[in-house]
């Protein structure tokens, strides 16, 4: 359940729709994703201006003091409107970590810096044999006399073009558990190779070699316990993001149903795809339901791992049930790079993949019960 | 579960299942164990109306002044929960859902004060007379008729699908009174105190898994006094909408229901072999199957606790209605599918016999497979009662595309 | 493919159609069924006279000298007209084993008179534990002086009611390999529990305590090849009685569709339902034709354990596919046990269930692969 | 494989793998390796196809007397198994397949002169202009119109999903010559020899996976000989409906195509790691996915198999062409499907520039990611393109429910 105020809820809730309605056209955003940086430094300014960078950060740390479920309906903006910025990387997923790492100077510094906008940090955690098991890491952190020397690869890092710094997962060699590192981007041994996502948002594969950072960078020791949560907050984020995805692209394809005629009629009128449109609807309120319930549950206690794994796999089932169907109902129109909905379908599909798809989650599921 | 908000809510909830855990007799058990239709035995439900009605709790969802307990929404929610999961059978919904709260609402003094009390203490149970034979999904085309004759009407005509007709005293009844206008205008809707009237007859239908449920009712010249029309003549049709609409309201239990088919669909899986040495229970694609269940379910609850949380007035009340209609059916499906495939060809056997209540024959071993093949094949029937799969989807498209 | 010539095989056809339009009422088969013994033994005077019972038999042995291919075309008649008798029992499965049993008096004489349709023979090959593994076998022999002592449990012998005789498969004690033994009914510690199934055929449970049996009634030593190769033969006999049925049962379905009216028109206008009705056709033929495939080869060489495993999956599957839609368009009167409709399903239901069901030979395949 | 019937075939069939084992080029090669949709890259298709013309092996479906080999039904069997398993381009079938059996049915002496011998070498490679924006599954509704100017058209409209038209040098084209009588009656097929007359635009249609493969052709009073007419002026929808049926009839080779599709699956799960210390490839679910694919292409298979044996005249060959159409394209998508479920977040990298033939930019390790998400995006056309999945479905019902 929320933490903040109904009254700034509702603020921030409008000022998102406002903020898609006047400034986010669909040529604007593919502008953007096409543009070097991925997305508009302009607009990120306007997030931290708007307060959207300080919600779930504690009020003692500059934030709003809100939770996960505080931005939930914002992710779900940003998903209605397709919004490129990387709010998730920086603040969702490495927020969470920094505002639970051990309160040291450091992460204090960095929340501030990601609060006011000038900064993007990313998490890296995920490594090639990893698949979403975040216990999964073959990056070691060998202790030295000067600091801490990393070596290892991480892959998929989101954002990685824009950030200004890291926090990496590695085991580390004398606890061997995980732990946490903030490594800045030109450290010495650090090297970037930067891809883009056919969603248009961009991911990095890190190596390090030898990467040597000083002991205040350890951020957090024994982070198994914060790296669960922390996927488990990413998943909900990206769940959340999808439900307004879907509803869009079950809006526009209500709308082009009705305005496309075939044999003389509204392809609405034909009565497939009127039972595909009602089960594309059934799927998304289903979803919304189960989202809902589970963000109401939030103030009470984190949801089990069976609760966001099984969030997860409903999700990514109605995205592509959800987009599959929009492209079917759409025809040809709907495969070109040149209509929203492709790209609506892109993103979704995305969506399913990051921090493990429904099929991931599922097998996590069928072993749990 | 949550805990409860408040000490009285834990003390309701410990209230409820001291009675239930106490103080239902063995053969409504038998009867749970048994269950292999939406529709339980009709001797348990009445056992259990009548044991329900002597703690005020047979018919919760009613208001106070018709004999309701006055519960809050909370309470009627931790009742359902720990009645629904323990299997036991539901009152009977013709009766507590359908008539009563029509007659609430349309009844005259003397109807209410007729009819409601010997429901709610389980003296007078009723069925439904809506579907005819050509008239099932689509009821303004209805054909029996109730010609006037003085201060009577004569029905003449054939009700089908008429569940527990045979078991029941009494029956509800949509009528042709007019041929004139719309074909829904000249529908009457008439409340009948017997099912043995002159001219009535009631005839069993056999399902699939050999039980008859449901039953065909033939009106040869049956004559019904004027006074027994609930609301006005030719106005059938608004009664019969604003009960289909409370129908739908009063739902919200299936999750319950379903949580407890998926517990036993594990239980049944520990017990049945794989033939290469393992319980089909540690097979990793059951489980996986087990897994989309589970996901299915959690969204059914959700989508529930959303229909009860809005009401029944509320502008998406009707999308929910036939959203849950369509997912609760399809889980119920599914989860008998499966169970079916995991059995082993012992679940072929006809136990017809051994499921009788208080039946002397003993059903054969493991037990679990007793109730597999009757359970689905009468859930072949869940896509098609109540508005079938595809005039759940024609409703939604409507609602949904003309938005 | 077929060994018999054509000529034969059209006769074949030819009696069998007559044999079901002449001679099988649905309410006579319902009669049949609830019999006390479950068929007729008119029928079954006449299926010996058409030499339906010598097909595929040896010619020196009395039979016709055909194969599993050539009964294909009468079993797929059996399931169009829900022949209650039982053929597969005695004909396909005990039949397959004494034609391959070691060519003894007694597996002659049997053979004789199954042909003159004088004796009923079941193969008791399941066990409790055993699902459709056929070398999931506890019930053991035990060599003595007089004989074998066989002790165990059988289930779900077919037709076990009207059986003379028993084949059993047992572990023999000393080459701790499956054997098979005939044993008759009437046999000192042989019990027997007679069950009706769903869909009216028959079945039974065997209990075997200390049965002593003469030594030549070992029928086959080292069982494991011929039991497997039963199964084959087996499963594909009720692929294609399945066919006969799917066949029907869409042919009812489509009648009915055409006839039923809804909201003023026949349901058979329905989109919906028409693309039900097309689904069930695709499934009906590629079933169909894969059976067709599997048959054309068996001259050069018998089924792989895939190729019948993916034959019984595909059957299996189009069973239920078809069951369910044609209850769903026909609606609460395909629900009735007074149509036909609900009697075809039940067949095909069990028909799955025999043998090994979809989800069993699935698995199967699945680790073949 | 059954073994051959008889030596020759043997024998043939030994020539044909020696040939496409050893005498591709490594561009064709990579072409294969680099395919993520029904049409392969339109270079190698062409280096193919002039390849096989000098084995006389280019146009096997046609008759001998237009440059085809002569070929029994056997050999072709066994040269498109050999072709299609090893995933080499098929030979562009707007012109191999479509145009060319058009023009053998219906063309004067002139046009087959004209005409055949270039397509059959490779030299001439033509596109389809058919689909109009508001003219999809429905032609008969189409409207680039053909105005007659003495012995010329004038062309106005616009054609889409134009495969390849701004690779190819021709155009076949349904147009309307009258506006009288039912709709199909005033259609006319041109053949038009240029892509670029004067008034003629191409403009390339970008997929979901960036690639460009459909096109937009515009006509803008478009000058064109009337005896570019193939069969007679108004009669185009007869050579339509017969390039359609020969269109189906020429089928059958998708089983091979898909086969190869099914190893790369499990070659992809040989490299893909669960997140637990094994590979995909293990995973029972996995195994239990690939093992129901396995079983829709046995069906697929042998379905193809009768349509073959059967032939175009048989009265179920309609009914077969939209069976083979659906449970093809399903398969297809199936199998894209599983392969992005199994893949990695390596498989959301948008990795256009190692696609194109001939690329410096190395793909990301592991290599078999490559293709994974191109290819599911583009499937998403296969239920689109061609007809449908409703359409195909409109059609079966059609064929079968009044039969």
Known sequence: MSKLPPDILAQLAESAQKFISNEYSFTHRQALASSTIGYSEKHWQMFADLAWLAIPFNEEHGGLGGNIADISGLLEQFGYGLIIEPYISTVVLAGHVLSNANDSPLSQELTAQIISGNVHISLAWQERQSSANVMNIKTTATETEDGYLINGEKISVLNGLNADSYIISAQSQNTKTPSLFFVAADTKGLSAQHHQLYDGHRATTLQLQNVLIPKQNQLVVNAEELLKETMTVGMYALCCEALGSMEKLLEMTIEYAKIRKQFGVPIASFQALRHMISDMYVTLKKTRCLNEQIASQWVHHSPSPQDIAALKVQTGKAAHFISRNAIQIHGGIGMTNELEVGHYVKRLTTIDGLLGNSQYHLASLANSL | ?403
Not at chain 2, 297 to 314: P, Q, V
Not at chain 2, 377 to 386: K, V
């Open chain 2, 1 to 403: 579960m949550a805990p409860e908000k408040n000490m009285d809510l834990g003390k309701f909830r410990n209230e409820i299942c001291d009675f239930l855990n106490n103080h239902i007799p063995d053969d409504v058990w038998e009867a749970v164990a048994k269950t292999t239709s939406y529709f339980p035995a009709f001797s348990a439900v009445m056992t259990m109306h009548k044991l329900l009605a002597t703690k005020g709790w047979s018919v919760v969802n009613w208001p106070e002044e018709y004999g309701g307990p006055g519960w809050s929404d909370e309470q009627r929610r931790i009742f359902f929960e720990e009645y629904c999961s323990r299997g036991l059978p539901m009152m009977a919904p013709q009766s507590v859902g359908m008539v009563a709260p029509a007659i609430m609402k349309f009844g005259t003094a003397e109807q209410k004060a007729k009819y409601l009390p010997p429901i709610a203490s389980g003296a007078d149970t009723w069925c439904q007379g809506y579907s005819e034979p050509n008239a099932g999904s689509d009821l303004v085309s209805l054909q029996c008729r109730a010609d006037s004759d003085g201060d009577h009407y004569i029905i003449n005509g054939q009700k089908t699908w008429t569940t527990w007709a045979f078991e029941v005293d009494h029956i509800f009844l949509l009528v042709r009174t007019s041929s004139e206008g719309r074909p829904q205008a000249g529908i009457t809707f008439l409340l009948i105190d017997s099912m043995s009237l002159p001219g009535m007859e009631v005839r069993p239908i056999i399902g699939l898994d050999g039980m008859p449920e449901q039953a065909e009712v033939f009106f040869d010249n049956v004559r019904v006094p004027k006074t027994q029309v609930l609301g006005t003549e030719n106005q059938g049709w608004t009664v019969a909408k604003y009960l289909l609409e409370h129908e739908r309201a009063a739902g919200g239990s299936f999750q319950f229901v379903l949580r407890r088919e998926l517990d036993k669909l594990r239980t049944l899986a520990n017990v049945t072999d794989d033939g290469h040495g393992s319980k089909i229970s540690s097979d990793p694609v059951f489980k996986q199957k087990c897994a989309e269940l589970e996901v299915d379910w959690r969204c059914l609850a959700a989508s529930e606790n959303y229909a009860r949380r809005i009401g029944s007035n509320h502008p998406e009340a009707a999308h929910m209605a036939s959203l849950i209609k369509l997912e609760s059916m399809n889980l119920t499906q599914h989860i008998s599918e499966l169970a079916l495939d995991i059995s082993g060809t012992l679940a072929l056997v006809d136990q017809q016999l051994a499921l009788h209540i208080g039946s002397e024959t003993p059903p054969i071993d493991p037990i679990e497979v007793l109730t597999v093949m009757p359970t689905y094949l009468n859930q072949r029937a869940s896509s098609i009662f109540g508005g079938s799969h595809q005039i759940q989807r024609d409703i939604l498209a409507k609602l949904v595309i003309s938005k």
